[in-house]
């Protein structure tokens, strides 16, 4: 099992220009999540999914767009890039288990938004 | 508003000195509480998920405890490759945002030999 994966790994854009993060996970879980990390802050919700075919605002969803184009993948869409949008953007999915459950993260995506 | 609270920012330990890492959280239904390892340039890996006060998991030199208020990360005998970022997150029983996971800023722990 490759766990959850996410293309690219850095991308620099300048201002304005658009650009999709891919997400895949390979453990047949049925929620999936999209975080940014900023230094000096925790890792902060942009949207998630709970099942495939549904998606839901997290804390910070402005300037962003998902998709969940089945149930392995979950991609984050930045229609228009802006200098703020410079982050480490991780995304996750969830087992739930026996009343357990973990979250799983993938690399990240490091994004420099000139 | 749903708060995760972690000290130290940073703390430096000698190989083999024991401490703790300290979580404290103010969240309305506590569903789990998670600790998470996170080394330079990678993403979080799981460590722990706590439900319930008086609940403890250890894992090699780690050890996660839970109470009403506050989750402690005990580490004993740390060794040099423990050095990492460990983050705290806690999820809310609310329904529809099953979960959705809100994060401290972490503590850095340094080991030097």
């Known amino acids: 099992n490759a766990g959850v994966t996410q293309t690219p790994k850095f991308q620099v854009l300048k201002t304005g220009q658009s650009m999709t993060l891919q997400c895949a996970q390979d453990?047949?879980?049925?929620?999936m999540y999209w975080y940014r990390q900023d230094p000096g802050m925790g890792l902060r919700l942009i949207y998630y999914s709970a099942s495939e075919g549904t998606t839901d605002k997290g804390e910070v969803p402005n300037g962003y767009n998902v998709s969940r184009l089945n149930k392995r993948e979950f991609s984050l869409r930045l229609e228009s890039a802006a200098p703020s949008q410079t982050s480490v953007y991780f995304c996750a999915s969830m087992l739930i288990e026996g009343g357990e459950e973990t979250q799983y993260f993938g690399p990240g995506t490091r994004l420099l938004v000139l | 508003e749903d708060q995760v609270t972690q000290s130290p920012e940073a703390l430096r330990l000698q190989e083999g000195e024991s401490s703790s890492l300290n979580c404290s959280y103010t969240v309305s239904g506590l569903r789990g509480l998670f600790w998470y390892r996170q080394d330079p340039g990678k993403g979080p890996e799981f460590l722990f998920t706590?439900?319930?006060a008086g609940e403890e998991k250890e894992k090699e030199r780690l050890k996660a405890t839970l109470t009403k208020k506050e989750s402690f990360l005990h580490i004993t005998a740390p060794k040099p490759e423990d050095s990492a970022t460990y983050l705290c997150?806690?999820?809310?029983?609310?329904?529809?945002?099953?979960?959705?996971?809100?994060f401290g800023r972490g503590t850095q722990l340094t080991v030097w030999p």
């Open positions: 997150a806690v999820s809310a029983d609310r329904g529809s945002t099953l979960g959705r996971l809100y």
């Open positions: 706590l439900y319930s």
């Open positions: 453990m047949n879980h049925n929620s």
